[in-house]
């Protein structure tokens, strides 16, 4: 079935460095593809998302780009900082209007200063 | 907007006990949702409705666990008996027609001991 596979974590890096993380996922079509974010003791909100092939999200220094060609939506930022430290879970949605959102399994992120 | 509204914050129960868990939707959001965290299954999708009605429920986990939406701005997720495995923290999102993307509560943790 459809599904959103994102590399595990944890990830450690420095403050300022460059970070990637990586998602792809199987669907039938073009899905909406998500960033959502999950700081410690909250619920997960919405980083950034692209509805269609080729498009960029970006929020907060963040950014991924839907490729359709890899069936993948990393996601990036160029320098990142201890305030990023959270769980970041990849997301997909069907085109249906009634389809769910899948989510990837998470992966923790801690950015040491 | 206050966002989606969840309570309780926290819930200690015993096993054996019925829990019920609530939720309030963003008014005229159309869409909602119930998942389940945990450490070693990440976010599963437990149901979600869709103008109140369920649409898919192939995430409850067993017979053990209901969902109902009387109206378009409540929810319960009730487990009835509770397990120690049921511990968790359960969220609740809602979408609307127009969004592509789902808003989360804050979610509710539950205890099971």
């Known amino acids: 079935g459809d599904s959103v596979t994102q590399m595990e974590g944890p990830v450690t890096l420095s403050e300022e460095a460059f970070l990637t993380i990586n998602c792809t996922y199987t669907?039938?079509?073009?899905?909406?593809l998500f960033w959502y974010v999950q700081y410690p003791g909250e619920g997960l909100q919405l980083l950034l998302k692209?509805?269609?092939?080729?498009d960029k999200g970006s929020n907060k220094g963040f950014e991924a780009t839907y490729r359709k060609e890899t069936t993948s939506f990393h996601l990036e930022k160029g320098s990142v900082q201890v305030s990023d430290s959270a769980v970041y879970f990849c997301a997909r949605r069907g085109l249906n209007r009634d389809d769910k959102i899948i989510f990837g399994k998470g992966t923790r992120l801690h950015i040491l200063p | 907007d206050a966002g989606v509204i969840q309570s309780p914050r926290h819930e200690v129960t015993e096993m054996g006990q019925e829990v019920t868990l609530r939720c309030k939707p963003i008014?005229?959001?159309?869409?909602l949702f119930w998942y389940r965290q945990t450490m070693m299954r990440g976010l599963e999708l437990l149901i979600y409705?869709?103008?109140?009605?369920?649409?898919?429920d192939s995430g409850m986990p067993e017979d053990r666990f209901s969902a109902k939406m009387p109206n378009a701005s409540f929810s319960t997720l009730k487990i009835q008996p509770s397990e120690p495995r049921d511990s968790a923290v359960y969220f609740c999102?809602?979408?609307?027609?127009?969004?592509?993307?789902?808003?989360f509560g804050q979610g509710t943790r539950l205890t099971v001991v």
């Open positions: 008014s005229g959001h159309n869409s």
């Open positions: 692209a509805t269609k092939a080729d």
């Open positions: 999102a809602s979408r609307g027609q127009v969004n592509t993307e789902a808003f």
């Open positions: 409705f869709n103008n109140n009605v369920p649409i898919d």
């Open positions: 669907a039938t079509g073009y899905p909406s």
